[in-house]
């Protein structure tokens, strides 16, 4: 019965996937309030579910540590939001849903979790420390990345696209499957940091990890489910409405990121930057590492190019970002300024999204 009630989440949205099944039909008939009540209501379902599927991860990162940690964390984030992905691209056609997940993600990672931890650590503790060698890294590969995955397709004509797809999916693979090599056997101590404290011990100490993980993996398929119901009210809600066109890629990214916003802000208040900087800048990686390849494979097999090339604006904002995380994550060090500096970028994102110029 404890363990139950801890998985109530999980429970709530078996209960609400049931019910969103019984109902979508006429939640899209007769739209107003009832559309709005149900797409809350599975939204709701679908983040409970995440924050399970985080807790499992924060588990078994307890136990394994650093960098294995985090790297299970930003991992599972990754898996919920390439199976929603997978699922809204399956509803009404969306070229861009990708793209603007992934530019989405990387404005919640970068600008949101480090504006806030920096922001939170900085008044608690003055000045948080961490290993500037792995801000480094994390830098220099998201720039390579989002280059080769975002920046370039824009100038593919439309009858290499094929190829260079294929070459795309093949790099990002080579250099996920790299750094994960580098993070955790040759540059191990790049992503720890000596003089952080251990985490608390949860209630489930002595539990099995094959558990955490069966529940991690059915809570995943759940979402997928769950996603299905999320993109029919989406599409339902969005036909004919003058709302932003960048609400369903904003809330891709706000799923899997709010798992990870509250670890990052727990381990800013224990003074553990590190911690906070591998799940910012390593979910932002994995986000552009992962969900691009598998994306480009599935429209590789369709035969249906998605446009993965950036608009201006979204360039801008991303040149912006990589400034000012080059110019604040330089000496080991942050504090609550340079928060502010990442959380005005973050607030600017939001203001862009809600005008409908991204």
């Given amino acids: 019965m404890k363990y139950l009630k801890s998985e109530f989440p999980i429970v709530i949205a078996f209960f609400m996937l049931g019910l969103g099944f019984a109902l979508e039909h006429n939640a899209v008939e007769q739209g107003g309030a009832l559309l709005l009540g149900s797409l809350l209501l599975i939204l709701a379902a679908i983040i409970g579910t995440a924050f399970r599927i985080a807790h499992h991860a924060e588990v078994l990162a307890l136990r394994f540590g650093e ?19 997978i699922v809204l691209l399956q509803g009404a056609p969306n070229p861009t849903l990708t793209r603007d997940t992934v530019f989405a993600a990387i404005m919640f990672d ?49 009858a290499k696209w094929q190829f260079y797809s294929a070459f795309s999916v093949c790099m990002m693979a080579v250099m996920y499957a790299a750094f994960l090599r580098l993070q955790t056997v040759e540059h191990r101590k790049f992503f720890e940091y000596s003089a952080e404290t251990d985490l608390e011990a949860h209630d489930e100490a002595h539990s099995p990890n094959a558990l955490h993980i069966a529940v991690m993996i059915g809570a995943i398929v759940l979402v997928g489910l769950l996603s299905e119901v999320l993109s029919v009210l989406l599409d339902a809600g969005l036909s004919g409405s003058s709302l932003p066109r960048a609400i369903p890629a904003v809330l891709v990214a706000l799923i899997s990121a709010s798992p990870e916003i509250l670890t990052a802000l727990k381990a800013a208040q224990q003074d553990r930057m590190q911690t906070t900087v591998n799940i910012a800048l390593g979910a932002s990686l994995a986000t552009v590492l992962l969900t691009l390849p598998v994306i480009e494979t599935i429209a590789l097999f369709n035969g ?25 994550l330089h000496d080991g060090e942050t504090n609550a300024i340079e928060g502010v500096s990442h959380f005005a970028l973050f607030a600017a994102f939001i203001a862009l999204v809600t005008i409908g110029v991204i």
């Fill in 67 to 85: 960098p294995y940690g985090t790297l299970i964390l930003t991992l599972a984030a990754v898996s919920v939001e390439v199976v929603i992905l």
């Fill in 304 to 328: 249906e190019r998605i446009d993965m090339a950036l608009t201006p604006i979204q360039g801008g904002m991303l040149l912006l970002t990589f400034l000012t995380v080059m110019n604040n």
């Fill in 110 to 158: 970068i600008n949101g979790i480090l504006g806030l931890a920096a922001i939170v650590g900085g008044l608690k503790h003055g000045s948080a420390k961490y290993n500037v060698d792995s801000a480094n890294s994390f830098i220099a590969m998201l720039l390579v990345a989002i280059g080769i995955g975002m920046f370039i397709p824009d100038f593919v004509p439309e």
